[in-house]
């Protein structure tokens, strides 16, 4: 009979439950559990760069393809939210994109009262997350398990073109967005290493493969936490729809790290939460938190496509049998296009000059895209991508039913204040400045989408409403807090507020969302926290200089 007792449970092996289960069990007097509700994820489309198309636009053993509800600000449309499924989570079908955000996002958290969450005391567990390619300095760590490295292709002339028409239009040049200035037109840094993803799973898990005190049951889906005693005590858990619920036993803590829409769901499902909501749901309440799944922020994105005379883009090379080649090409010898994520230039800018930040982020595609690649594109062309990062609007992750085998429900409430309307509405204007500059001439590059016709701000604003969508950054639905706050769910060291034994460890305890993409500050999260747990004592703050 397989043992039922550990001392932690890790609910969700993606960003932050890889680095935790690797991390607790570097103590080999430390038995850890780890459950995962998808499979290992060792199809080549996860470890071949260019597999993101794929995987993000379809429901699959890799993704939960998740709907929202209606969208009461975007002409009442259900969004698409794809969500990783297996070993690596999110990691493991992302962009690939390793952005931490802008220092003063963490400031900004240790001016709410959380100790311990400014730049300079979350830089070193950045740091010590990190492999950096080009070696350490003040920003970069070196000889940590995420390689992290510069694309491969960023001498192409549509990616130089980017940066060139950037300065054109007035912006500046940054060298590194994860550096002394977020601000400008750069290249993106990568999960990426010799032509492979690296996800969480493959930077923390895979170095430890069969490490004996590390227990990793795949296709595993929690029911609930036991709480006992206001103790979080152990997990149900099932193998499968319509099996039978097993139980384990956690001797010291229990971990929730399934991301922003299923953690709430879990706590709920357990009677944390809303007790009006969850006696509606038949569920009985255990603990009164009323700010489970509230909160919720993520990143609004809309895309715009042009054409190009010139057959130079991911286009010319996948399009008919070339497809097929491209992913023969990277099984048999590792070469080729599918080394690529096909994002690797882009920009952080300022809706506003008097912002004390960047409140756009730019991703530069070498390829048309529209609804999440959902859509094969039929001519060469790219993709600038404007997303607002500092959303005003708030939405919720709730239940539909107590069975744990049901998607929650979601409801993200984009563009609900006029401030978030106006920034994307000026983020369009800005890119469209951008690629009317000479860099971009030579290309013959023509606007398909919205096209030109859309200028003044009520078509603009009708086709944000119309087109807009995730850019896969939800955060915030068990925000950490301060303990007399009703609407916090755990502490600032991720514990759940009024009870022992459990925390929530991923991108749902972020209270304000960052500016920029969140794989990377979830698993620095983790990363924090694991020493939390463990009683270490927190790494020392490095202070640096960063742009005004």
Sequence with gaps: MPDTRFDYIVIGAGSAGSVLAARLSDNPATRVLLVEAGGRNTSMLVRMPAGVGTL?????????????????????????????????????????????????????????????????ETLPYFKRAENFADGPSPFHGAGGPLSVTWGERTDHP??????????????????????????????????????????????????????????????????????????????????????????????REVLVCAGAFQSPQILMLSGIGDPDALTAQGIAPVHPRPGVGGNLQDHLDVSLNWTVSQPITLYHETKGLKQLKVGLQYL??????????????????????????????????????????????????????????????????????????????????????????????????MVRDVVAQPAFAAFGAKEIMPGPAVADDAAIDAFVRARGETIYHPVGTCRMGQADDPLAVVDKDCRVIGLQGLRVVDASV???????????????????????????????????????
């Design 332 to 429: 048999l010898t590792g070469t080729g296009p599918g080394r690529q994520n096909g994002l690797e230039t882009g920009a952080f800018l300022k809706s506003r000059v008097d912002l004390d930040r960047p409140d756009l982020q730019i991703h530069f595609v070498l390829a048309i895209m529209q609804d999440h690649a959902k859509v094969r594109p039929t001519q060469d062309g790219f993709t600038m991508h404007v997303c607002q990062l500092r959303p005003e609007s708030r939405g919720r992750v709730s239940l539909v039913s107590a069975d744990p085998y049901a998607d929650p429900a979601i409801v993200m409430n984009f563009l609900s204040t006029e401030e978030d309307r106006r920034a994307v509405r000026e983020g369009v204007r």
């Design 158 to 251: 549509l990616y130089r073109a980017s940066l060139e028409a950037g300065q054109q239009a007035g912006h500046r040049l940054t060298e590194d967005f994860n550096g002394f200035d977020q601000e400008g037109f750069g290249r993106y840094q990568l999960t990426i290493a010799d032509g492979q993803r690296q996800s969480a799973a493959r930077a923390y898990l895979a170095p430890i493969a069969g490490r004996a005190n590390l227990t990793i049951v795949t296709g595993a889906r929690t029911h609930r936490v036991i709480i006992e005693g206001g103790r979080a005590t152990g997990i149900e858990y099932s193998l499968g729809q319509g099996k039978p619920a097993a139980v384990a036993h956690a001797g």
């Design 56 to 120: 993000i636009k379809q429901k699959s053993r890799h993704n939960w393809g998740f709907w929202t509800q209606p969208e009461p600000h975007m002409d009442g449309r259900r969004l698409w939210q794809p969500r990783g499924k297996g070993l690596g989570g999110s990691s493991a079908i992302n962009g690939m994109v390793y952005i931490r955000g802008h220092p003063r996002d963490y400031d900004q958290w240790r001016q709410m009262g959380l100790d311990g969450w400014s730049y300079a």
């Design 510 to 548: 972020i209270p304000t969302l960052i500016g920029g993409n969140t794989n990377a500050p979830t698993i620095m999260i983790a990363e924090k926290i694991a020493d939390a747990i463990m009683g270490r004592v927190p790494l020392p703050p490095e202070e640096v200089t960063v742009a005004a």
